[in-house]
């Protein structure tokens, strides 16, 4: 009993001072752009720390480990090892997307291309985000639960109540700062597992001797063909996904976000293998009956984690991982509700709703439209039972198969086209769709991204070949509104 009061204790202290920055950062905004983008002003570490710890959320702790236990065993890293791979090469045009001076990916589009393009892109955009919040709010609800032994759903509620209201107070200056003590948290709290975890289950050797061959093996769960897949859709998705790009429209220059996504990077390479070696011990004590697995049983290799700390860790450090763990998925989740509110409020209110309004009343918006989307991500979160990965990697591939090579080529090839833009956003997406739910059979490459960006492909360069824009649109510059 005194050791649950003592991770009860560190856990509430931890979301105590998530609310305090909240509180604290919503002194610092002047303005929308404050709110959306904390100004302009993130330097390298700061965005680092920010995009690292956006991109490490439940899919990368609770899921890694969940995958390691499960069917990908050792290669269940690359989850996380071809998101490195992805911010060294969005490093390469992260100029790019600083200079473009824009607060959401639709309104680029709406920029570029037109109001069509825009809207099609803000609905695309927003839907997978309300998606990734659910996501994050079940894996930290599952934290909580275990920890706690409060019901699911009571769990669901304390983290949706806690991460919406540190996000509408302060935005991206609250979350970037919330996100740079989380990402600390959540590095060292699953460090500090693995040593007592390897002492628990008698030392790596056991673990090597009591784990099938093929799980040990860094392919051997996964083909090099799903890797690529992995660096593909990652590729595609950060590089349209509101809440990474977010970081890189806030870097205070075109240098800080070149290095800030190159830090980033090396963040995942030293944390990738922390959860996967973290699921191979939980597997090799459950095989061999040194833990309780009841829970793991009878809800699913996603409360592996939760399950192997609480029984082979002092309270104090049970504690520090969760309040890590729950950072991770924290981390993630408010910054989903911001990019959903951040499309709806710049995207759809200010130019369809209310063409007139002030940049007070499209931050009341924001913040509007992020409790809603905090409600309805609860709302998910309480049904769903699907494996975080499958759910975060359709999520991924469903924003990206239409938007990812208008909104890239768009920036480089001037007689990028209204309507090769308009068609690649709409048939790249329902291709995504339609191959994901396997209405029809395609005969090679199974993964859904694939056929996204091919369809994407084949409307967006052949379309704005027959249909140009007009002469004086034949430009990579922005629209001004």
Do not use: C
């Amino acid at each position: 009993m005194n050791g649950n009061w003592i991770v009860f204790t560190i856990v509430i202290i931890y979301l105590g001072i998530m609310l305090f920055i909240g509180w604290y950062s919503s002194k610092k905004i002047k303005s929308n752009e404050d709110f959306m983008l904390a100004g302009r002003r993130l330097g390298p570490v700061m965005m680092a720390g920010t995009l690292a710890a956006t991109e490490i959320g439940g899919g990368s702790s609770l899921g890694v480990v969940e995958k390691a236990y499960g069917d990908w065993g050792m290669s269940a890293a690359w989850y996380i090892l071809t998101m490195a791979i992805v911010f060294v090469i969005l490093s390469l045009y992260a100029s790019k997307l600083r200079n473009a001076l824009v607060k959401t990916v639709p309104e680029y589009f709406r920029r570029r291309y037109g109001e069509a393009p825009g809207w099609i892109t803000a609905v695309i955009m927003i839907l997978p985000l309300i998606g990734l919040t659910a996501i994050q709010f079940i894996a930290s609800a599952v934290i909580l639960s275990v920890m706690m032994g409060i019901q699911y759903w009571i769990a669901v509620v304390i983290v949706t109540v806690v991460v919406t209201i540190y996000s509408i107070l302060g935005g991206l200056w609250s979350i970037t700062l919330t996100d740079f003590v989380q990402m600390f948290l959540i590095v060292g709290g699953m460090i500090v597992v693995v040593p007592f975890a390897l002492n628990a289950v008698g030392g790596w050797e056991n673990v090597r001797a009591t784990v099938p061959a093929a799980k040990m093996s860094l392919t051997g769960g996964i083909s090099i063909g799903t890797i690529i897949a992995l660096i593909v859709m990652y590729l595609a998705s950060f590089t349209v996904g509101q809440e990474a790009v977010q970081r890189f429209y806030a870097a205070k220059d075109e240098k800080a976000a070149i290095k800030g996504s190159l830090i980033a990077s090396g963040v995942y390479v030293i944390f990738a293998f922390i959860p996967v070696i973290i699921g191979l011990i939980t597997y090799t004590m459950v095989q061999q009956g040194t833990i309780d697995a009841t829970n793991i049983i009878e809800n699913g290799a996603r409360y592996a984690l939760p399950t192997l700390a609480t029984q082979v860790m002092p309270p104090v450090l049970v504690g520090l991982l969760f309040a890590g763990l729950i950072s991770a998925t924290m981390s993630s989740a408010d910054s989903d509700l911001l990019g959903a509110g951040s499309i709806f409020s710049n995207d759809i209110y200010k130019i369809y709703i209310n063409k007139n309004a002030t940049p007070k009343q499209v931050m009341k918006v924001t913040r509007i439209a992020m409790a809603v989307v905090g409600v309805l991500g609860m709302g998910i979160a309480l049904t769903n039972t699907k494996s975080i990965i499958t759910v975060l990697m359709f999520a991924f591939t469903l924003r990206a198969g239409g938007s990812f090579l208008p909104y890239i080529v768009g920036h480089y090839w001037k007689k990028a086209s209204y309507v090769g833009a308009l068609s690649s956003v709409i048939f790249g997406s329902i291709a995504v769709v339609v191959v994901e739910n396997e209405w029809i059979e395609v005969p090679f490459l199974k993964e859904p991204i694939y056929w996204g960006l091919l369809v994407s492909a084949i409307t967006f360069f052949g379309l704005s070949k027959l249909f140009p824009n007009p002469p004086e649109r034949q430009t990579t510059d922005l629209l001004d509104e």
